[in-house]
Each structure stands twice: as C-alpha cells, then as structure tokens.
C-alpha cells in the first residue's frame, strides 16, 4: 500500500492508529501483531518497520504479509464501522493502555499462532512448540493429587458419594464440605469473605505452619487465586494526586502482576533491585535507596515481597526478612508477602519462613503494630492446580474501619469461586496419619516435590555449561532467570527494531527451535543486563530437550552476532 494511500485513510478521524513497540492499535483498539489480520475482527494491521513481523524479519519468521487488496478493504471498512464509536482508543481508560504483561505478551501470542502453523502442515524446523513461559504444571504434565480431586468429583456429583470406590475420609471431606453450601451444592454463591468452615480449616492450617502462633479465621479472606487478593488490597491502598499519590515498592526482577495492576490503578511503582551477584537476596541499603527517591515524587506507604521468589527462584533467609520487618516498622510502610511457593523450597541449607511468623517472634513491638498482609493459592507448590483459582489471604493489624470497608469491597464481587474454595479446604485439611487417602496422599506431595527439585538443580547445571549464560542456583518456586551475555551486533539490531535485546532474542529462539520463553525485560532488570525467564515444569526428559536446545541456540545466536 502507497504512503499517499495511507495518508488519505488516516485524514479520517474515524481511523486512529496509535504505535507502541511492535503492535498497532487500529479503531475498536483491539491489540494485534503488525502485519497481521484476526478475522471476525474490525480491525486491520500495517505492517511496522519496528516489527518482528514487518518486512524486515518477515524472511526469518516465516511470517507472510497479507494480501494488499484485503488490507485496502478492511481499512474502508473499519473507517466506517468505527465512526460515532462511543468508546474508542482515546475515549477509552488510559490506565488500561499502560498495562502490560509479559508472561502472555507478543511471544506467547506469536507460539499460538506458530501451534496453528503447524496443525495446518506449515514446515518448520521442530514439531512442536515447548511453551516453559508460564508457570501452569498440569499444562506441563504434571498429575494432580488423587484425593483432591476425588473429594471434588465427589462435591461436583454428590451421587458418587453411594459409591464404594471412593475412601471414606474424602466422603467425610466432600459432605462437610457440602454441608456448608448453600442448598448442599458447590454451584451456590457462599458468604463474600468465603465458606466459614474453609476459613476456620486455614487458620488451623496457618497456626500449624506458624509453630502454634495464633489465626483468627475473621483475618482470613478466600480470593480466585492470589492474584484477587493482591489486586484487592492494592485497590484499599491505592489513593491521592500528584505528590501524595501512593507509591508501591516491588522487587526488580518481579511478577508483572503487580506493575499490571499499578499501571491499571494510576499508582506509583516504586523499584528496588534485588542482588543477583547474591542469589538475588534483598539488600537492605537498597531498599532505603529506593525509598529515599520515590519519597521525592510520591508518597511510597507499600512494601511488597515475593518469598520464594518469583521470576528469580530464590527463598530468603529469615535474616533477611527480620530485616525487612524493622525496615517496614522504622519507615511506616504496609507489608504485602506473596507466598503461593511456600512448599517449593529446594535448597540445600534454605528454609521457607513466613512473615507472620518472623513477625510474631520479633516481639509486640512489632507483632501490634506493623500491617501486614499474606497470600497463598492452590497454583504452584506441589498442587498446581492454576484453573480452580483458590487461594486465601491473611490481614494481620487492619485497622477495624478499613476491614469494613474490604468486607464491602468484596462484597461487590459476590465470591470466590466456590470448587477453589473446596480445594483450597483440601490443600490445608489435607490427609491426616490413620486416615485410608494419607499414604497415596504422601507419596503424591513427596514425588512431586521432589521432582521439581531434580528440574531445578538439573537446569541450574546445564544453563551454566553454556558461554555466555550464568544462572544462579534455582532455591525455590518454579522457574530459571538465568543471565544471558548478548553480542554488540544483536542489541543494536534489536534497538534498530524498537525491541528490547532479550525480546529480539527469545522471538529468535521460538521461530528457530520451538522454545517459548519470556526475556527479563518484561520482568524488569538492571540496564545493561539481559535475562530470560523458563520454568522447570516441563517433563524432565522434555526439559533435557528444552535445555539442548536453548544450548544449541545461544551458541548459534553468539555466532552469527560476533
């Protein structure tokens, strides 16, 4: 298509093209791959000199350009479609421009389109798309445990319960379970602050994990995941303007939930930098760094910590987070502890500690009075059980008049899905010693487990026999971060491209192997550093491959960029 062509079409005002990075943003807003057309979609694509998809690396991803005459019509249509829109790309909430996340951002999205390629017989030089992007076990093979899903098949279809084939312990689960629906089903809604008796199972759960230190159920929150309960409580915290704005401290590299959910609520991100020449341990001097220069443009009352950590696989040592409490406690910070990993600990030596308990043995001097807030889910450790979306949160110091008003806040979403809620019960009111399920129950937790810990120390090892590639040891969680030394000639080519160099290079990887990962950049990183973020979850002789082949090409991509 001409440029005389385009600056006819782009006259109208009913045509708005907006550029960011490699994507184009046409009419209705939808979000799409440059060069690329979605049908059913009132949309159309130009290709970018910035894209991966543009002309420029078409020959390298194989990606073809849509026909002209296809382009021009859409165009015309899209131009009149969109005309007296109400809401468009510039009516629409800004706040939801500046979101991003990069665990499914443009790689994700271009290794479904590379699956479809292959279903429909296009050649390429692998079979199959190896997605360690994201942390979804049972995607990744995974089996779940078989007493959590009997007790759910048997709450699903309370029939099963006259079945003999079922263990007596997951009947007895699944009718207190059921006894405390509403009409004793799983499809009624349940109170907003979650099913009491589940609430009365994690504080029992929590007091066992802490060594005996106290949980009142009313402090327990059920969520859809964690992620409910973070975005939950960053909505109470979350206020003012210009300079009193509240800023929101997260660890670099982080979890993009959070910049996602700050960038949504207009609040302030406030960086610090964990220490990877220390195992990514946090640092003290750093946190008061940080703190010091977000107090110049924003008022920073949030303190958040991912333990284990979350791209970066480290656990923190409880010196480090007494240190952490003092800080919170010195600098009248709020305390947001993020610990879905807490069973993922892997590490000769590491030890996971909550901060409720840490918090609690510091002494009243700061078990009364720093605020403090916790998550856990029923995603990662050896559950993994992503879709149910259960999870719970733990307030501890609240103050009364703002509980009210998270109770209203919660409210407003009804509930928590109820099947989480049942499994999150299972995951804290798991099998006990003497019950017919402990066994099987056991040997399930302790394999998974274990499992894992085998992946994590096996791609520690082989990432570092790699030139180029430094990946601290994998202590917790579930993924790699490893760092990645990048040729002069492959960053300038990325930033002639308007990608950021590890985006260059993971796009690379997946259009030549196969390999879905997602490059540090999108977690944030120190400038001048590069890293890519896999998990361990694949099978493991399917991670030896993943591994050859990261290998295989990080040499070859070193070569050609010499």
Request: glycine share 8%; net charge neutral.
């Amino acid at each position: 298509m001409s440029a005389s062509r385009i600056g006819q079409m782009l006259s109208s005002k009913s045509l708005r093209v907006i550029t960011r990075e490699n994507y184009r943003f046409f009419g209705n807003g939808a979000q799409y791959p440059a060069g690329h057309l979605t049908s059913g979609v009132r949309s159309v694509m130009i290709p970018s000199p910035l894209s991966p998809f543009s002309s420029q690396s078409r020959a390298l991803s194989g990606v073809s350009e849509p026909p002209r005459g296809l382009v021009q019509e859409k165009m015309t249509e899209n131009a009149v479609f969109s005309q007296n829109k109400v809401l468009t790309i510039d009516t629409m909430n800004p706040n939801v421009k500046n979101v991003e996340y990069a665990v499914r951002g443009p790689i994700v999205q271009r290794a479904v389109q590379i699956e479809k390629e292959l279903r429909e017989g296009v050649k390429k030089p692998f079979t199959e798309v190896i997605k360690a992007n994201i942390g979804d076990a049972h995607a990744m093979g995974q089996q779940p445990i078989t007493f959590f899903r009997q007790v759910l098949a048997l709450c699903s279809y309370p029939e099963l319960l006259k079945d003999n084939m079922f263990p007596e312990d997951a009947k007895s689960r699944a009718r207190r379970i059921l006894q405390a629906c509403g009409g004793s089903s799983l499809g009624a809604y349940s109170a907003s602050q979650g099913i009491d008796c589940v609430r009365q199972d994690v504080a029992r759960y929590i007091e066992r994990r802490d060594g005996g230190v106290p949980c009142d159920p009313d402090n327990v929150y059920l969520t859809s995941g964690a992620s409910d309960g973070i975005v939950t409580m960053l909505k109470l915290l979350v206020c003012g303007e210009g300079a009193s704005k509240t800023g929101v401290m997260i660890s670099i590299p982080q979890y993009p939930l959070y910049s996602a959910a700050l960038a949504e609520l207009g609040a302030v991100q406030v960086n610090y930098y964990l220490n990877e020449e220390k195992c990514w341990s946090m640092d003290l001097s750093e946190l008061e760094r940080s703190l010091a220069e977000a107090r110049k443009h924003c008022n920073p009352k949030v303190l958040c910590i991912i333990n284990p950590g979350n791209p970066t696989g480290q656990v923190q040592s409880r010196q480090c987070i007494e240190d952490v409490i003092r800080f919170a406690a010195k600098e009248h910070l709020f305390l947001m502890a993020d610990e879905v990993y807490q069973d993922n600990v892997y590490a000769e030596g590491c030890q996971f500690h909550s901060f409720k308990k840490v918090l609690f043995e510091l002494g009243p001097q700061y078990s009364n009075t720093v605020e403090l807030v916790s998550f856990h889910s029923t995603s990662k450790c050896y559950m993994g059980e992503c879709g149910f979306r259960g999870g719970y949160m733990e307030v501890i110091n609240m103050d009364p008049e703002v509980k009210a008003q998270l109770i209203k806040l919660v409210s407003v979403r009804l509930c928590p899905a109820v099947p989480g809620q049942a499994l999150m019960d299972l995951v804290v009111n798991s099998p006990q010693p003497g019950e017919p399920s402990y066994t099987t129950f056991m040997k399930e937790r302790t394999a998974t487990l274990s499992l894992l810990a085998e992946k994590a120390k096996l791609t520690e090892e082989i990432l570092n026999t790699v030139p180029g590639i430094t990946c601290n040891p994998v202590q917790g969680a579930m993924y790699s971060f490893p760092n990645i030394s990048l040729p002069q000639k492959a960053i300038k080519e990325a930033k002639a491209l308007g990608q950021a160099p590890d985006m260059f290079y993971c796009m690379k990887m997946l259009e030549e192997t196969g390999i879905c990962l997602v490059p540090g950049s999108g977690f944030g990183q120190k400038d001048g550093t590069y890293h890519f973020r896999m998990t361990i979850l694949p099978p493991t002789d399917k991670l030896k491959l993943l591994l050859a082949k990261v290998k295989e090409f990080h040499q070859k991509f070193t070569r050609q960029y010499s």
